[in-house]
Each structure stands twice: as structure tokens, then as C-alpha cells.
């Protein structure tokens, strides 16, 4: 994809090669099994129009991020029709992208996304911690006859025995949940949204130290004033400083290896939605390389 049609809408003498770049996006709208509103085929695109509306200079770091690492968008591919398969495909795609040294960043899509996103890097680290915002837990083993539906998107990451998995804002959990819960206490953590006022970050910290991050966001693990564009949005979630902070913080002790953000559902007049999806991700790219010891560039002062 062009750089003036990609992530940031970055002018030709602005955007860095796919051989100079070190984060490649990857859109992949799949879209095979919600269960309520609409739309997340539709995701990708909108992050990325909106995000030729994000400013590139950020306060926080007192420079144009991107310029530190580098930021290329992957054509979309046509996607399977059958879930395993198109998993199969994004699978590949991640692939292709740890093979060429550099960060891929999944543009979701249904959540289902992320377990096919996992995969190479299951592959390749002994240790994963996840990184999970969410209003629900994603622990059904299947949902309408879909083994790897959205709902079960969290169920299939933790397949995979190296990873484990911290989960942020969730407020929505079914009785057919509690027991995966209950018995994988030691590699998952859910960090309640109606205890979010008792939330200590030094303890959130703690799990992710030293460790390899992968960062998955649902955006409905936004409260639903700010993200009603999302297939089931969800009141009582967290508001944009509480999640960004606990991706800074994170960040400064891990070493991010990749992320996923899904489940936008635009719709018509709320492109505030877009643009929030879009500077989610441009936000966890910075934070990746300026603060992440995964960039070897420095935080400007």
C-alpha cells in the first residue's frame, strides 16, 4: 500500500521503505463470527483513513514518533471464508513480518484475529505474557458452533502452554467461563473493570517484568461513551488515560513483540470512534520503541 493511502497517510519524502521501516501493518477485516452489531470487516479501513487525521507529533514525547521506527501498510489480502483457514492465512502474514527482523501490527477484524496472530510468536519465545483489554473474558470454548469465535478468542491464545495471559476491564463473563478460569489461576489474571479504582500498578507491573508482551485490544474494553462503535459495547469500561497508562507503564518493564487492535464496528457519524482506534495504535507502536526495551531508539526528553 502506498504510503499516502496507509497507516498515518505519511507523504512519500515522510514514509520510511518496507527495508528501513520496523513496524509493518497488516489489515485483516475478518468478519465471520459476531454474535451482535456488525461491521469489523470494515475496521481496518476505517483506522486507517482516520488515522491521516492523527497528529503525528506527540507531546508525550516531543517528536514525531513514527520517524524513530518507521511505519509501512501491507495491501489487504482477500480473506477466507473458513475461520481456521483465514486464521491459517494471518498466520503466515505474521509470519513473513518476524521474518524480516521487524513489529507486526494486526488491524482487526473480530478478535478471533489474535489466534492467529499468536502463533508465530508461540512459535518462537518460551514465555509470552498478553497484554488484554477487553470487556469480556473470550474463555467459551466455541460460541455458536464456532470453535474459534470472537468469544472464545482469549480460550484459543491460552492453547498455546507458554502464554499467559493479564486481562483489563473485563465486565462481562458467562457461568460456562468460571471453571477454565478457576483451573488456569496461574497464567490468568483478570483485572476487573468495577475494581478498577483498587488497581495497583506496581502489582500490574510485576507480571510483565523482563518478560516478552504482546498487546491485544478489544475496543470494547473501552467504556461504551467513548467506543459505541463496537459490536457490543459495554458501560463501566476503562477511559482512554487508564488504558494508555497501563500501557506506558508495561512498556517501560517488557519488551513488546507485538499487537493486535479489533472489534471496531464504524458507523455512520461517529468517525471520533476511528480516530480513537487509530491513535490507540499509534500510541502502542511509540510506546513499543521509545519506551519498550523492544526499540533500541531513546525516549526524547
Known amino acids: 500500500m502506498t504510503p499516502d493511502k496507509g497507516f498515518l497517510g505519511l507523504e512519500k519524502t515522510d514514509a520510511a521503505s518496507l527495508k528501513d521501516a520496523r513496524v509493518v501493518v497488516i489489515p485483516f477485516g475478518l468478519e465471520k463470527s459476531v454474535s451482535y452489531g456488525g461491521g469489523?470487516?470494515?475496521?481496518?479501513?476505517?483506522?486507517?483513513?482516520?488515522?491521516?487525521?492523527?497528529?503525528?507529533?506527540?507531546?508525550?514525547?516531543?517528536n514525531?514518533?513514527?520517524?524513530?521506527?518507521?511505519v509501512v501498510t501491507a495491501k489487504p489480502?482477500?480473506?477466507?471464508?473458513?475461520?481456521?483457514k483465514a486464521l491459517e492465512q494471518l498466520d503466515a502474514e505474521v509470519e513473513a513480518v518476524l521474518k524480516m527482523g521487524k513489529f507486526p501490527f494486526v488491524f482487526g477484524g473480530e478478535h478471533s484475529i489474535s489466534a492467529g496472530a499468536i502463533r508465530p510468536y508461540a512459535r518462537r519465545y518460551k514465555d509470552i505474557a498478553?497484554?488484554?483489554f477487553d470487556a469480556h473474558a473470550d474463555l467459551r470454548d466455541g460460541y455458536h458452533g464456532e470453535h474459534y469465535s470472537h468469544a472464545s478468542a482469549i480460550r484459543r491464545v491460552m492453547d498455546h502452554k507458554n502464554v499467559s495471559v493479564y486481562s483489563f476491564g473485563i465486565r462481562n463473563?458467562?457461568?460456562?467461563?468460571?471453571?477454565?478460569?478457576?483451573?488456569?489461576?496461574?497464567?490468568?489474571k483478570i483485572y476487573w473493570a468495577r475494581e478498577k479504582h483498587k488497581w495497583d500498578m506496581k502489582e500490574i507491573v510485576s507480571?510483565?517484568?523482563?518478560?516478552?508482551?504482546?498487546?491485544?485490544?478489544?475496543v470494547d474494553g473501552l467504556d461504551a461513551s467513548l467506543m459505541p462503535a463496537t459490536g457490543t459495547p459495554?458501560?463501566?469500561?476503562?477511559?482512554?488515560?487508564?488504558?494508555?497508562?497501563?500501557?506506558?507503564?508495561v512498556a517501560k518493564v517488557s519488551t513488546f513483540i507485538g499487537a493486535d487492535v479489533n472489534e471496531l464496528a464504524p458507523k455512520p457519524n461517529m468517525h471520533g470512534c476511528d480516530f480513537m482506534a487509530a491513535k490507540l495504535a499509534y500510541k502502542i507502536m511509540s510506546y513499543a520503541f521509545l519506551v519498550s526495551k523492544a526499540g533500541k531508539t531513546k525516549k526524547a526528553a
Open 77 to 84: 489480502v482477500k480473506i477466507l471464508k473458513d475461520v481456521p
Open 207 to 218: 507480571h510483565f517484568k523482563g518478560r516478552n508482551v504482546y498487546v491485544t485490544f478489544d
Open 173 to 188: 463473563i458467562s457461568q460456562s467461563e468460571i471453571p477454565f478460569l478457576d483451573k488456569n489461576a496461574k497464567r490468568l
Open 40 to 62: 469489523t470487516s470494515k475496521g481496518p479501513a476505517a483506522m486507517i483513513n482516520a488515522s491521516h487525521q492523527v497528529e503525528l507529533f506527540d507531546d508525550e514525547f516531543w
Open 130 to 132: 498478553v497484554l488484554h
Open 64 to 70: 514525531e514518533p513514527f520517524r524513530e521506527y518507521g
Open 234 to 249: 459495554e458501560p463501566g469500561g476503562l477511559f482512554w488515560d487508564e488504558a494508555v497508562n497501563i500501557i506506558r507503564e
